[in-house]
């Protein structure tokens, strides 16, 4: 798999929603489980969820279930984040990154990451 890009970060309000696009160069998209972690500022970079890379299952940490959904279109080569009802302490750098296995959430068994794309969500 080559090259990931992600697109969609900005400033939003709190109560607001963003949606982010992670999309990968070259091919066989759809044989890797991706995944979108985040960095908020002094902090250490965190799991947020994962999408498994035959049957899209779905995994979310506990601070994002039921606001934030993942999911794949594998003929564009491209994941999303739905991200609603965001909080101030969702702000971050977000990061989409692939792994060879069929999902994980533990970013050290994801092998390929974006540059990163900034959420800042306002009080």
């Known amino acids: 798999q080559g090259q990931l890009v992600e697109s969609g970060g900005g400033l939003v309000q709190a109560g607001g929603s963003l949606r982010l696009s992670c999309t990968a160069s070259?091919?066989?998209?759809?044989?890797?489980?991706m995944g979108w972690f985040r960095q908020p500022p002094g902090k250490e970079r965190e799991f947020v969820a994962s999408?498994?890379?035959?049957?899209?299952?779905?995994y979310y940490s506990e601070s994002v279930k039921g606001r934030f959904t993942i999911s794949r279109e594998n003929a564009k080569n491209t994941v999303y984040l739905q991200m609603n009802s965001l909080k101030p302490e969702d702000t971050a750098v977000y990061y989409c990154a692939a792994t060879a296995l069929n999902a994980a959430t533990r970013a050290d068994l994801y092998n390929n990451w974006g540059q990163g794309t900034q959420v800042i969500v306002s009080s």
């Open positions: 070259g091919r066989s998209f759809s044989n890797y489980g």
């Open positions: 999408i498994s890379r035959y049957d899209s299952t779905t």
